[in-house]
């Protein structure tokens, strides 16, 4: 039986294009770059809150004048000078106006020439008690070392070679040699000095503790003092002498070590002078302002001379008559 052949069925869909349809995704590039330049704006803002006055005096000085670094006629407002002579005056720069270096910085000149000093008194003090015969077995009793306030000296006790008898405020021999010959290498310094006695943890053997470690470690600063003048150490050089008794040891952990009696010498920076200085005038002038006031509130003293006689009047005043002897009337 013969079959017709069926024709496959074809569906053509055609899409109907209609003016102003919807749109397609350019409003969100355009959004985003919105949101991105607000991020930037507010975190901008941000920032500048939370900067110093002084940091945001030397962005503006840094904008200011760009050109500046690479033509100028001198050092630039941001502390740098130019590489090419010449330009213009600066329209921008007030008369009086100096460099904002920063005297607090921690390489500022003052404290580079501080350092080196005291590292090249360091290394002198090291070689002249390395050149001295006498000093050669007590090498290890002088600690040498730089600190915040500067040159550290200090001369420790040992077991066997103590530089004061116990409870004793005298320099032994050995002692002595090691005091002179400090203080003449010291005395070449502009410097001025520390000196501070120490001792260990252990109680004063006094019964009556009328002297105790306090007296002792400041007697044995002066002691020490004595000698570094013996050597050639100009006295004025100094500037305070402390007796501390225990109050700063050397080893924490063991109050009754032999190296906690020392004597300690700084050579100090001239930011440590200057502190300890100020302190001074400022006790100095409380002194002096209570001195004042014992004065004021004292009693008066005493006239000198006796006050002057008041006049006398002629209703105050007495007559100076005799009375008149009485005589008999003989008839």
Do not use: C
């Amino acid at each position: 039986m013969a079959t017709k052949e069926e024709k496959p069925l074809i569906v053509v869909k055609r899409i109907k294009k209609v003016a102003g349809g919807a749109h397609g995704g350019a409003w969100k590039i355009a959004y985003a770059d919105f949101v991105t330049a607000m991020m930037a704006f507010f975190l901008l803002m941000w920032l500048l809150a939370s900067v110093s006055k002084e940091d945001l005096k030397g962005i503006s000085e840094y904008f200011k004048m760009p050109i500046e670094k690479i033509v100028s006629t001198g050092p630039s407002t941001t502390g740098s000078s130019g590489i090419f002579v010449g330009g213009g005056k600066d329209l921008t720069r007030k008369d009086g106006e100096v460099s904002k270096a920063d005297d607090n910085s921690d390489k500022s000149p003052q404290k580079m020439l501080d350092e080196e000093g005291l590292k090249q008194l360091k290394t002198k003090v090291e070689s002249v008690i390395q050149d001295n015969p006498q000093l050669q077995s007590l090498k290890k009793q002088i600690l040498i070392d730089i600190t915040d306030d500067g040159l550290r000296i200090q001369i420790v006790d040992n077991l066997k070679r103590p530089m004061f008898a116990l409870s004793d405020d005298e320099l032994q021999p050995y002692a002595r040699e090691i005091m002179k010959t400090i203080g003449k290498s010291l005395n070449g310094v502009e410097n001025k000095l520390t000196l501070s006695g120490h001792t260990d943890a252990l109680p004063f053997p006094n019964k009556e503790k009328s002297y105790s470690n306090w007296e002792l470690s400041a007697d044995r600063a002066n002691a020490a003092r004595r000698e570094l003048v013996n050597g050639g150490m100009d006295e004025t050089k100094l500037l305070q002498v402390i007796g501390l008794s225990s109050a700063v040891l050397y080893d924490k952990t063991d109050p009754l070590n032999p190296i906690n009696r020392r004597i300690s010498i700084i050579v100090m920076n001239k930011k440590a002078q200057e502190r300890i200085e100020k302190n001074m005038s400022i006790e100095a002038g409380n002194a002096e302002g209570v001195q004042k006031g014992i004065q004021a509130s004292g009693p008066k003293s005493a006239p000198t001379s006796a006050p002057e006689a008041k006049p006398t009047t002629k209703v105050d005043a007495k007559p100076d008559v005799k009375p008149a002897a009485k005589t008999e009337v003989k008839p």
